[in-house]
Structures are given as C-alpha cells and as structure tokens.
C-alpha cells in the first residue's frame, strides 16, 4: 500500500459535481453541490454545499457548507472553513495549517472552549470530499487500496480507500465503466 502525498488537485477552477444523496427508501433525500474556483494568489478554492431536500427538509432541515483553500501549484490544502444549520443549532468552525511549523489552528467560533493546536500530519491532509474526487487521478485497480491524511472537525484521520469492484453506470453518454470504492478508517472507526 503506498502512501500518497499531495498532488496537484483532480479538480479545476471552473469544474462543478452535483450528486444526488439517499437515505433509505429516499432517493432524493438531499443534494451535494461542489465548484472549484481560483483565486487571485495561486490558490484553488473549493466549496460544498450540502442540503435535505424533499421528505426529508421537512422532517430535518440541514444544510452544511464547506470552503476549502488549496495551493494550485501542488495540491495542498491551506485552509478550511465549515458551518452548518439544521432546525435546531448551528456549527462553525475554520482551520489553518503552517505547515513550516507542522501546526493547525482550529478555531471553533460557536464553542470557542473547542478550539486546538493541531499537528500536522506526515501525510498532508485533505478534506473529505475533496479526497474523494482527487481518487479519479489514481492509478489504482480492483483490490488495490491507498492511505490518505483526511481532515474533519478538529482531527485528522488515517483512511484506506479500497477499490472494491467496478461496475457499469448507465450516463446520458452510454454505459461507462465505473469503480466502486470504500472509504475505511484504520483500527476503531471514530463517530
């Protein structure tokens, strides 16, 4: 298993995913929205937005929105900020990382008592969504699988994406082959 470090992004300024998220018998239950941008310094902005729709909103409201700043030239991530609504609370939170320290301040600016001092990693972290999208630039088969550095809240975890199988997805430009891959964490899964 090789240990992947960070590459220039598999998503470019301009490009935009929308994916559709079920719960069970929901097929439409919310929606996932994600652009990448470029600014002006050389850094590659990536933004989600996740919301309930349907069924769903009106049983439980949820929106989140995500803003992730990545260095264009090599891949890596800068910043991220994250906040979320539902009908009865709200998050909000950023992190910067100084890599020349090997340090990451998160600051949680609802429960400022949650705020750390992070250490970085040795594999340069991502974030989630991100993660997933850079697995279309692998070079990876069937039953093959990589480690990668991943961010979420205020802790950096290790994941193993393994290519489980593949599959043929039916698109508006034919059947198009397909791998299907799952995400796991290293020994006791967190959450």
Avoid at 8 to 33: H, V
Avoid at 34 to 41: E, M, R, T
Avoid at 105 to 125: A, C, F, G, Q
């Amino acid at each position: 298993m090789a240990t992947l470090t960070a590459d220039p992004l598999a998503i470019q300024p301009g490009e935009k995913f929308t994916y559709r998220l079920s719960w069970g018998l929901f097929r439409k239950a919310a929606t996932l929205e994600i652009v990448a941008d470029h600014d002006a310094d050389g850094v590659t902005r990536i933004t989600s937005h996740t919301a309930t729709q349907g069924v769903i909103r009106a049983l439980y409201r949820f929106d989140g929105w995500g803003e992730f700043l990545y260095e264009a030239e090599n891949g890596r991530l800068r910043s991220a900020k994250a906040w979320t609504e539902t009908g009865s609370k709200s998050t909000n939170a950023s992190i910067d990382l100084a890599y020349e320290k090997m340090e990451a301040n998160y600051v949680d600016h609802v429960r400022p008592e949650k705020s750390v001092l992070l250490d970085i990693p040795p594999d340069e972290p991502a974030d989630f969504i991100t993660t997933l999208i850079q697995t279309r630039s692998w070079n990876i088969g069937v039953g093959e699988e990589e480690k990668v550095s991943v961010l979420f809240d205020d802790e950096f975890y290790e994941l193993i994406i393994a290519v489980d199988r593949q599959e043929m997805l039916a698109t508006k430009w034919g059947k198009k082959p397909a791998l299907v891959l799952i995400p796991r964490m290293e020994g006791e899964p967190k959450g």
